[in-house]
């Protein structure tokens, strides 16, 4: 993943990368997410988001949105714990356009109250359809409990009763004290001459003022575990199992994404289908997932299946927990589920805008971007002890948490 990088004096970086294609694609990654919030001010990062699209100070809402989609480009955006993402896909002609757009709304939008109050409808009814979507819910859900009491748990969209309550004032302060320009990064993959990025990046971003505000990340403290049950107005249970996992820069996180990979992730080979919807049929939906932040993660098994078939569906996901911590994989079963990661991790470079995009978040991680061969070493390098290890912290049954939505009257 080579890629050329300039700096410039108020911190914000450009980052490129080549690719032969009349298609580019274009972020503008700002290391601000909701775990930034104060109390109170749940899914405010994501209010901002959204009315980032509405007026700046010299387009209005529809100047903004006709900027790019005359020419047959893609604008969107999304928020996550701790990022916020402005990205674009565009025809090659329209770089400068699209790095114009992207300076004006990040730098000078100016949140009008009549946008605002036409925006907090549109999330409160966001708010309403995800809690109406049980397999989204449960996930929040269970962040929330699993990281009780800390900001990182916090839903990113907020509550009905947090966006009732923001303000211009509150967006304001929220930007001046999070979103520091050295931890801004713009990024591009396309056919260009890597001066004529620079040179774009400067005229645009360079006389943005530099902040150096410093955040205030608190690690959360001991997780929460046993099993939680609620009873909602839902014909199927859904259930979710897991733990607090590796930072991002854990030693031990590619093995745990290796494990993941095998457990639940891409394909239907992963041994979490196999065995539950393969061999036994009771689950028509079951993965496992791991995600990394700066000081903590997550790894989880979600599935959803009929109420007289949750307690076998769990079992049988202990059982498949407890082989990884007593048994070792054998040689060729590592060399196996090595090859197929790899495999999808090249695949997946393909999808050039999540690649420019991970880029950036490495970037403002680490400071760096590991090229392919050494993703791809890092991965060889581990061994099926260090998975056993891993197995036997991580899948720890007494260290786990179970959360489960049931059918029945709402709790």
Known sequence: MEYQLHTLANGIRIMYKYAPSSVSHACILINAGSRDE???????????????????????????????????????????????????????????????????????????????????????????SYLDQPEEAIMDDFEELLFKDHPIGKNILGTNETVEKMSRDDMQQFIAANYNTNEIIFAVTGEYDFNKVSKLGEKYFGAIAANYTSKHRVTPGVATVGKHIVHKPISQTHCVIGNTAYASSHKNKTGLLLLNNLLGGMGMSNRLNLEIREKHGIAYTIESNYTAFTDTGIFSIYFGTDTEKADKAARLIHKELKKLREQKLGTL?????????????????????????????????????????QLFEKINNVTASQLLEISNEIFNESKMMTLLFEPGVRD
């Open 38 to 128: 104060l109390p109170g001010k749940e899914g405010l990062a994501h209010f901002i988001e959204h009315l980032l699209f509405k007026e700046t100070e010299r387009r209005s809402t529809t100047q903004i949105l006709n900027r790019l989609e005359l020419v047959g480009a893609d604008l969107n955006a999304y928020t996550t714990k701790e990022y916020t993402c402005i990205h674009a896909s565009f025809l090659n002609p329209y770089l400068e356009r699209t790095i114009d757009l992207f300076e004006d709304i990040v730098f000078h939008s100016t949140f009008p109250e009549d946008e605002l109050e036409k925006e907090r409808g549109v999330i409160q009814d966001e708010i309403a």
């Open 333 to 373: 079963q590592l060399h196996q589920n090595k090859q197929k990661f790899i495999g999808q991790i090249a695949l997946a470079e393909e999808n050039r805008m999540s690649l420019i995009i991970s880029m950036a978040k490495s970037l403002v991680d680490f400071n760096q971007v590991d090229t392919l061969p």
